[in-house]
């Protein structure tokens, strides 16, 4: 068991290592979005406050870094911070409250921008001859 946990982490440090930015933003947007769906499962049935806390943190983390890292410069930033920022404030509320009503709604979003990612970090998988590099 110890060496799958250690071969997982040599795969996940290869993989962000070797990531292109349009692909670390996709892995961070689905960390989030696992995170989110990982929070709403430890309140189904019985639930456990401290892993809905333990995952919204991780999420919130997350979308810190996808904040910390706009470039303002670019307009486009400057339309992307209050969307993150609304995604913040939401985990923060959820955490507080406990109330997870609406995370679906996170996800939404985060899947939605999460999807822009991908369609953008396409073209950097191909070489300039049109081979395919990975995946």
């Known amino acids: 068991m110890d060496r799958r946990k ?4 040599e795969y996940l440090y290869r993989s962000v290592m ?16 696992k995170n989110v769906r990982l929070a709403e499962m430890a309140m189904e049935d019985t639930p456990d406050f401290d892993k809905v ?6 999420a919130q983390r997350i979308v810190t870094e996808l ?4 470039n303002m410069e670019f307009e486009i930033s400057k339309q992307i911070l209050p969307v ?16 997870l009503s609406q995370m679906p709604d996170i996800v939404e979003i985060l899947s939605a ?23």
């Open 113 to 135: 921008q999460r999807d822009t990612w991908q369609q953008i970090a396409k073209p950097a998988r191909l070489s300039l001859d049109g081979e395919v590099l990975c995946g």
């Open 18 to 33: 070797t990531a292109s930015p349009a692909e670390l933003l996709v892995m961070l947007f689905d960390a989030c979005i």
């Open 53 to 58: 806390n333990t995952y919204l943190l991780k």
């Open 84 to 99: 993150y920022d609304f995604i913040l404030r939401a985990l923060r509320e959820a955490n507080m409250k406990k109330d």
């Open 67 to 70: 904040i910390s890292s706009l």
């Open 6 to 9: 250690e071969l997982r982490q």
